[in-house]
């Protein structure tokens, strides 16, 4: 008796069942996989896609044969408008993300549900002042269940996970060492003649953090710790063009890496020009990208190979070395034509920016200093081992002359004890 009162009212106000029909979709079943079902020729559609909600909606809304037109409805707060459609078409649909059109979203214990729903505004045509359908809203709901995906692939979070936060705020351990002939070990002293190769290894310690790639971005070579002392001399440049191997030497990177987090290279070793302290500061900024990551002109380490004229990688394609005979390889940054005393502390402090997100730590690290004396027979060193061998042996004298001493102060003092203790005897004259 109920339903046939209900049916009644629905009947007497919308001018049919077609409208009760559509919101006894309860109206709207749906399952787990996306899929709405409901009555046969239901008037609206729903799938609940992994990011996605689509919705159908017939032209026929109501059941009467008076259709809908598209510009009638909009779907959520936003009032989302409908895909373009021909006359033709019987149907009219909606393809919104799930975080769109002011869709709501409520976490419960066992799913996550997003609302929203289907308005239908009516307008009058043209010049006439009537309308032949009601004002209708449906409520749209998808329920995700939180304990597995809704689909067979895999759900793509679209915020960054906290473990991945932690790990990339954590400080990375950056080291540059001079290394030995065989790269076996560090190198026990900064000494060095001219003509001799310099070995540096650049690490990152990455402890627990995702595996990751370092670079040399830029180094400059100067005869004090200090960043902007002035001569200077690059080295590496453009984000990893070792540019010190365009010169009479025979600097380079070298292949294959140990590990990604270890960059090797050498260079021929120098000293600065009417500079007498004969002493080198080498700084370098390295930073660290994720092993997965290729590759770019960003990120690079490019050696010059003076046989073929031409740049060479470490790793990644050739073209990335392209711009280390043009300077421009991207970013602002450290260029060896500007100089380095008018470089301001900050622009040594702040990395270049990067275009991505990824980079996680960079840091300026300073070895030295790196001590070049001439070669064996050099005028200089031979006036420090004369001035050495001077000093020793002035040294050995004085001891002999203490020993010397000493020895006789000893040997001398028992004889002088019998002295004292013999009766003394004066020779007397008789008188005759």
């Given at each position: 008796m109920m339903l046939g009162y209900r049916l009644f009212i629905c009947f007497l106000l919308w001018g049919g069942t077609g409208l009760c029909y559509s919101h006894s979709l309860g109206l709207i079943q749906r399952d787990t996989q996306?899929?709405?079902?409901?009555?046969?020729?239901?008037?609206?559609?729903?799938?609940?896609?992994?990011?996605?909600l689509v919705v159908t909606v017939s032209k026929n809304l109501f059941g009467t044969g008076k259709l809908v037109r598209p510009s009638d409805l909009t779907l959520g707060p936003q009032g989302c408008r409908p895909l373009p459609s021909e006359v033709s078409d019987d149907v009219i649909r909606f393809e919104v993300g799930l975080h769109e059109c002011g869709n709501r979203v409520q976490v419960t214990h066992d799913a996550l549900v997003y609302s929203t729903f289907l308005l239908h505004t009516p307008r009058p045509v043209g010049n006439l002042a009537i309308l032949r359908t009601n004002h209708a809203e449906v409520p749209i709901e998808c329920h995700y269940p939180r304990q597995g995906n809704v689909?067979?692939?895999?759900?793509?979070?679209?915020w960054t996970p906290f473990?991945?936060?932690?790990?990339?705020?954590?400080?990375?351990?950056?080291?540059l060492r001079?290394?030995?002939?065989?790269?076996?070990?560090?190198?026990?002293?900064?000494?060095?003649?001219?003509?001799?190769?310099?070995?540096?290894q650049a690490e990152v310690h990455t402890g627990s953090h995702v595996p990751l790639r370092l670079?040399?971005?830029?180094?400059?070579?100067?005869?004090?710790?200090?960043?902007?002392?002035?001569?200077?001399?690059?080295?590496?440049?453009?984000?990893?063009?070792l540019v010190d191997g365009l010169s009479d030497s025979a600097s380079e990177f070298r292949?294959?890496?140990?590990?990604?987090?270890t960059l090797q290279f050498t260079v021929d070793v120098f000293h600065f020009a009417?500079?007498?302290r004969n002493m080198v500061y080498i700084t370098c900024h390295l930073k660290v990208t994720s092993a997965e990551q290729a590759p770019d002109q960003l990120n690079k380490a490019c050696s010059f190979n003076k046989s073929a004229d031409s740049w060479f990688p470490v790793e990644g394609t050739k073209d990335i070395c392209d711009c280390c005979n043009t300077g421009d390889c991207g970013t602002p940054g450290l260029s060896r034509w500007t100089p380095l005393d008018q470089l301001t502390v900050s622009q040594w402090q702040k990395p270049a920016p990067r275009r991505r997100r990824h980079v996680a730590e960079a840091a300026d690290i300073t070895v030295g200093p790196l001590i070049f004396l001439g070669k064996a027979g050099d005028s200089n060193r031979g006036?420090?081992?004369?001035?050495?061998?001077?000093?020793?042996l002035l040294g050995l004298g004085l001891v002999g002359s203490m020993i010397l001493t000493l020895a006789m102060v000893i040997l001398g003092l028992p004889r002088r004890q019998r002295d004292v203790s013999s009766p003394l005897v004066c020779p007397v004259s008789a008188s005759q």
């Open positions: 996306g899929l709405v079902s409901s009555k046969p020729t239901p008037p609206v559609l729903v799938k609940c896609l992994e990011a996605q689909s067979s692939l895999a759900v793509q979070p679209t473990r991945t936060t932690v790990l990339f705020e954590e400080k990375l351990a950056f080291s001079l290394m030995e002939e065989d790269w076996s070990a560090e190198k026990t002293t900064p000494i060095f003649q001219l003509g001799d190769t310099a070995r540096l670079f040399v971005d830029h180094c400059v070579a100067t005869p004090m710790p200090a960043k902007t002392t002035s001569p200077h001399h690059a080295i590496i440049d453009f984000h990893g063009c292949t294959p890496r140990p590990r990604p987090d009417n500079d007498s006036r420090w081992t004369s001035d050495a061998n001077d000093s020793m």
